[in-house]
């Protein structure tokens, strides 16, 4: 399953996009437009941060302002899609 979320205000448009592989385990996390934050992809394996792409390059191993910031996208995506699987299925 994917899901997008849209949020528009006056300082910015916020895109985020979080893709379900199947078995209600996030596999990936894209989130742009925030001022504060590059652009940046989140690649999950069995619910573990496995690889982070952003605007510094790609990593594999991750300081904690990374995994901070991954834990709060993880978050976000797993409640995303599991509001859209009690939506729609």
């Known amino acids: 399953m994917k899901a997008h979320l849209v949020v528009d205000r006056a300082a910015c448009h916020e895109y985020t996009e979080c893709l379900d592989g199947g078995y209600g385990e996030l596999i990936f996390v894209y989130v742009t437009g ?5 652009e940046t992809r989140f690649y ?3 619910g573990e941060l496995i690889k982070l792409v952003d605007d510094s390059g790609i990593h594999t ?3 904690s302002e990374q995994l901070e910031l991954a834990a709060t996208f993880t978050y976000r995506g ?3 899609m599991n509001t859209f699987q ?4």
């Open 86 to 89: 009690r939506l729609f299925y």
């Open 78 to 80: 797993e409640q995303m």
């Open 34 to 38: 925030r001022p504060d934050m590059a």
């Open 44 to 46: 999950y394996d069995q």
């Open 61 to 63: 191993s991750f300081g």
